[in-house]
């Protein structure tokens, strides 16, 4: 059974970091985070195959955000590094058991967390 619960969120300053877990994985295929600014649709910011340790990015968090799993613990993780105030977002993590081959693309994951918010202040 999967269900998602994310952790690792909050308040930071710019140029900070932040790391974010994610458990409960279940068998799925590709797993990924996403995230969703107040009144826009949710984006993708990193993902991966459960299979494979290619991570895709978003253009916007290439070269600060880093995403890795742990087969062996089902966990996923969200690395951010250099946080900007326009990464301030409710990030979620997400997975899919669906076929397809968009990994950032939402449309794509049928299962999702509750969403942990992170701020970054100026």
């Known amino acids: 059974q999967v269900r998602l619960m994310e952790s690792g969120g909050g308040s930071v300053q710019a140029g900070g970091s932040v790391r974010l877990s994610c458990v409960g994985f279940g068998y799925t295929y590709r797993r990924g985070w996403f995230r969703q600014f107040p009144g826009k649709e949710r984006e993708g910011v990193a993902a991966?195959?459960?299979?494979?340790?290619?991570?895709y990015y978003a253009d916007s968090v290439k070269g600060r955000f880093t995403i890795s799993q742990d087969n062996a613990r089902n966990t996923l993780y969200l690395h951010m590094n250099n946080l900007k105030p326009e990464d301030t977002a409710m990030y979620y993590c997400a997975a899919s058991s669906l076929g397809g081959t968009k990994l950032l693309d939402p449309d794509e994951y049928n299962y999702w967390g509750q969403g942990t918010q992170v701020t970054v202040s100026s």
């Open positions: 991966m195959w459960t299979s494979s340790d290619s991570p």
